[in-house]
């Protein structure tokens, strides 16, 4: 059965803090793996990862794909109460263009 | 500007009263895509297309039809809906596995 672990269920850390949220996957033949944030209304895309050890990078937040030990990271540095939010793993299969979503992680950021 | 509208936002029905939540992209997007949220079970793919009159069964499909007329249109039909479908509902097109989500409709079933 294909599935998308995240964990930890849910963070709470203070401003300034860096926070690393894990995501685990077995899916039958993987294609990619994104990430997205998801703040009381739909998510919105962070990253697409498809290739391993090659890290993604947006100002404070970045990521890193693991495809041999089928895992992703998602690390935020010096988070701000703005980071507060559900992050949601996804992972695509090739077989059929389907989507595999995590049950996501709650960071809440205090000031 | 570049969305995906849904229709309605809320919605609150009884039990085997049929039902169409409209959902339109406005990005020239192949793939279309329905979700559902459920607390502590994360996002669940319905059902999605590929293409026009190209569509294909997600992870719990059961209870929901779609159809796929025209490229920028992807309703999800509700024909006899019951309680166990009361949820969050999300509408999504892509690009390039970039998915772009709808603001959501929330679905009570009584």
């Known amino acids: 059965e294909d599935k998308v672990v995240q964990s930890p269920l849910s963070l709470v850390v203070h401003e300034g803090d860096t926070v690393t949220l894990n995501c685990s996957y077995e899916?039958?033949?993987?294609?990619?793996l994104l990430w997205y944030k998801q703040e009381k209304k739909a998510p919105t895309f962070l990253f697409m990862l498809t290739s391993s050890g090659i890290e993604k990078k947006s100002g404070r937040l970045s990521s890193i794909l693991d495809k041999k030990e089928l895992f992703s990271i998602l690390n935020i540095t010096a988070t701000q109460t703005g980071d507060s939010a559900v992050y949601l793993c996804a992972v695509e299969a090739k077989d059929g263009n389907q989507f595999y979503f995590g049950t996501g992680t709650s960071l809440t950021v205090i000031p | 500007e570049a969305q995906v509208t849904q229709n309605p936002r809320y919605l609150i029905t009884v039990t085997g009263k049929k039902l169409t939540v409209t959902c339109s992209q406005n990005?020239?997007?192949?793939?279309m895509s329905w979700y559902r949220q459920d607390p502590g079970l994360g996002l669940r793919q319905i059902y999605y297309s590929m293409n026009v009159e190209v569509t294909d069964k997600g992870d719990v499909p059961e209870g929901y039809k779609v159809s796929r007329k025209e490229k920028r249109n992807f309703p999800l039909i509700l024909e006899s809906p019951s309680p166990n479908q009361t949820s969050l509902y999300f509408c999504?097109?892509?690009?390039?596995?970039?998915?772009?989500f709808g603001p959501g409709t929330r679905l009570t079933v009584l």
């Open positions: 899916v039958t033949n993987f294609r990619s």
């Open positions: 990005m020239n997007h192949e793939y």
């Open positions: 999504a097109s892509s690009f390039f596995n970039e998915q772009f």
